[in-house]
C-alpha cells in the first residue's frame, strides 16, 4: 500500500482576520507519528502523520491560544498520541478521548489527570457506526462525576432517532460538525431542522465546524456559511469552533487561513469572542 498522502496544508494563507486573545480550536486531531504512536490495526482510515509539533506550530500562524484535541478513530482506544500533545501544552489544551462504552471509572481518571474532558462515539458509516446509545446513557453518569461531555459525531439522518434517548445526558452533550449537513440541500433540510430543535435544549451544543465538509462548492465553502450564520446567530452561547486539522477523508485540502477568515463571514465580533474564547472556557473548563 503506497503512503497516504498529507492531508494538512503546508503552505496555508495568514487570515485576515485577528482572532481575540484566548482563542480556542476546539476540533482537531493529531495522527502519528505512526513510528512512535502507530495506528489501530483495525482503523477505518490509515491517514499520514500529523504530529504534534506541525499542531502547535500552526496554532500560532493562526493566532489560536488554546485547543481541544479529539481522538482519532484511526488510533482507536489507544489515546497516547493526543495524551504526548496535552503533557506538552498542559492548561493550555484538554481532550476528548474515545473509550470502550463499559470502560471503568478508574481508567476515565486516569485519562482525566493526562488532561481529557470528554468522550466522543462516531456514528458515521464510513466510521464503523457506534455503540447503543442506551449504553452511552450509562456512561454518562460516570462523566458526569468527572465534569465531563459527551461529543456525538453523526448522520444528520439520525439526529431525530437519537434525540429522545440524549436528552437524558446527565453532561452537556455536543454535535460535531453542524451535524454533518449536506449544503446542498438548504437550510429547511430535515436534518439541520432537527438540530436546530435539539438545541432548544440548553444541555445541548454544537460545534460550528466542517463547512469544507458541508460544501458541495468547494472553496471558499459560501454554501456552508448561512448554516453557521443560523447557528451562531440562534444559539450563539452554546456553539464552539473548531478547525478539523489535519482535514482526514477530504479530496481537496483546505487552507487553514481561509478557513479562520471564513468565520468573519458569519460571525459578528461579540460572537467571535463568544465563539472562540468564552464559550470553550466553560465548556472545556480550561484554567483561568
Not at 451535524?179 to 438540530?195: E, K, N, W
Request: overall charge neutral; aromatic content about 8%.
Amino acid at each position: 500500500m503506497s503512503e497516504p498522502k498529507p492531508s494538512y496544508h503546508n503552505n496555508p494563507t495568514e487570515p485576515k482576520l485577528k482572532l481575540p486573545a484566548g482563542s480556542c480550536d476546539s476540533h482537531f486531531h493529531v495522527f502519528g507519528p505512526k513510528a512512535k504512536f502507530p495506528f489501530a490495526k483495525d482503523a477505518a482510515y490509515l491517514p499520514a502523520d500529523a504530529p504534534k509539533d506541525v499542531l502547535i506550530d500552526r496554532h500560532m500562524f493562526l493566532g489560536i491560544d488554546r485547543g481541544v484535541v479529539v481522538q482519532s478513530a484511526a488510533h482507536g482506544f489507544d489515546n497516547s498520541a493526543a495524551a504526548d500533545l496535552l503533557a506538552d501544552m498542559k492548561g493550555k489544551y484538554v481532550g476528548v478521548a474515545l473509550v470502550p462504552v463499559h470502560i471503568d471509572m478508574s481508567e476515565l481518571k486516569k485519562l482525566h489527570e493526562q488532561g481529557f474532558r470528554g468522550v466522543r462515539f462516531n456514528y458515521m458509516k464510513h466510521l464503523g457506526g457506534g455503540p447503543q446509545i442506551a449504553d452511552v446513557m450509562k456512561l454518562s453518569s460516570k462523566l458526569a462525576g468527572l465534569g465531563w461531555h459527551l461529543q456525538i459525531h453523526l448522520e444528520p439522518s439520525l439526529i431525530l432517532q437519537m434525540m429522545p434517548e440524549l436528552k437524558f445526558s446527565p453532561v452537556p452533550v455536543v454535535i460535531d460538525h453542524m451535524g454533518r449537513i449536506d449544503a446542498s440541500r438548504g437550510l429547511d433540510q430535515p436534518g439541520f431542522t432537527h438540530l436546530l430543535k435539539m438545541l432548544e435544549d440548553k444541555r445541548f451544543w454544537v460545534k460550528v465546524s466542517g463547512l469544507e465538509r458541508a460544501s458541495s462548492v468547494g472553496a471558499p465553502y459560501n454554501d456552508a456559511v448561512p448554516f453557521a450564520r443560523k447557528l451562531v446567530t440562534d444559539f450563539g452561547d452554546r456553539c464552539v469552533w473548531g478547525s478539523d486539522w489535519p482535514h482526514p477523508n477530504l479530496n481537496a485540502i483546505p487552507d487553514d487561513g481561509r478557513l479562520v477568515d471564513l468565520i468573519g463571514e458569519y460571525a459578528s465580533e461579540p460572537q467571535r469572542q463568544a465563539l472562540l474564547v468564552d464559550n470553550p472556557m466553560k465548556l472545556y473548563k480550561f484554567d483561568s
